[in-house]
């Protein structure tokens, strides 16, 4: 599947939202939503059954390069997607903030600065989580592991759609 970003004519409403907490993330605007081989994501939400009304929380330090991400997963969600860009927090500040959002499944980056995603992982995990978290890296996932997350959800589109709809499913085995 190729990704691309084109400009439907109809959605903007949907474009607003998905632009408003871009904007509250310190995102630029898209001025196109996210397609996949040439149909629209809003046409293709059956396709993503496992995902709807999931509330997905995406954190990453590079708000800019995962933006079409976000407003696939949004579109996908039907809208219970989250961003949370990481800073300048410490590993302990970001993990109390994501345990306030209690999404039920995180995709938390690597290195983001200061912030290192398995440091972040394994104090969810020291203050007991309840949901399912996710290496959402390019990078290694071997730290990852050593605090105890096991899947890794690729980025990118429309990879992150793939991984994410085949790992809910409930006969996945884990593969990182």
């Known amino acids: 599947m190729k990704s691309e970003i084109t400009n439907p004519k109809d959605n903007q409403e ?33 396709v993503f059954e496992a995902l709807k009304n999931k509330r997905i929380l995406i954190v990453d330090d590079e708000p800019n390069l995962i933006r079409a991400e976000f407003a696939a997963l949004y579109v ?18 970001l993990a109390r903030k994501i345990l306030a959002i209690e999404p039920e499944i995180l995709l938390l980056d690597g290195n983001m600065g200061v ?3 398995p440091t972040v992982a394994q104090e ?16 290694s996932t071997r730290d990852f592991r050593k605090v105890g997350v ?27």
């Open 76 to 93: 996908a969600t039907g809208g219970s997607a989250m961003l949370l860009v990481a800073t300048n927090e410490t590993n302990e500040e």
């Open 115 to 117: 912030i290192y995603g």
């Open 14 to 46: 949907l474009l607003e939202d998905i632009n408003f907490v871009l904007l509250q993330n310190g995102c630029d605007e898209l001025t196109f939503i996210p397609r996949i081989e040439g149909t629209y994501l809003v046409e293709t939400e059956d």
């Open 150 to 176: 096991e899947d890794k959800i690729e980025k990118g589109l429309p990879r992150l759609l793939e991984d994410l709809t085949m790992k809910l499913h409930p006969r996945y085995k884990t593969d990182i």
């Open 124 to 139: 969810l995990l020291k203050q007991g989580y309840d949901f399912k978290i996710f290496a959402h890296t390019h990078g």
